[in-house]
Nanobody, 125 residues
Framework: QVQLVESGGGLVQAGGSLRLSCAGS????????MGWFRQAPGKEREFVAV????????YYADSVKGRFTISRDNAKNTVYLQMNSLKPEDTAVYYC??????????????????WGQGTQVTVSS
């Protein structure tokens, strides 16, 4: 059974930082791109960042570029999202996901086949 479990969410003031983790099991995650998405209340889920199978290439949404960093440790089957300079508009449930593919700029939810349960990030002004 494939599982992705996120952790690290919480409440933080604007300008602060959080580090999200996503631990995977049941699959050789090192073969696949891993992504982070988020969904704010009343809004559609949106792409945040993706890291390709070997960790060498990353892509970010324009809204988080320069503030968020995605990384992975394939030995631990874990992907991370370091979030700095947080803004109230970053408030959302954050989901990690495992792509169906190892490479490519995977920014659409349909390109992912396994999802975590989500972790809440709340940024106060």
């Amino acid at each position: 059974q494939v599982q992705l479990v996120e952790s690290g969410g919480g409440l933080v003031q604007a300008g602060g930082s959080l580090r999200l983790s996503c631990a995977g099991s049941g699959r050789t995650f090192s073969m696949y791109a891993m992504g982070w998405f988020r969904q704010a209340p009343g809004k559609e889920r949106e792409f945040v960042a993706v890291i390709l199978w070997n960790g060498a290439v990353t892509y970010y949404a324009d809204s988080v570029k320069g503030r968020f960093t995605i990384s992975r440790d394939n030995a631990k089957n874990t992907v991370y999202l370091q979030m700095n300079s947080l803004k109230p508009e970053d408030t959302a449930v954050y989901y990690c996901a495992s792509s169906k593919y190892g490479d490519g700029r995977r920014v659409h939810g349909s390109e992912y086949d396994y999802w975590g349960q989500g972790t809440q990030v709340t940024v106060s002004s």
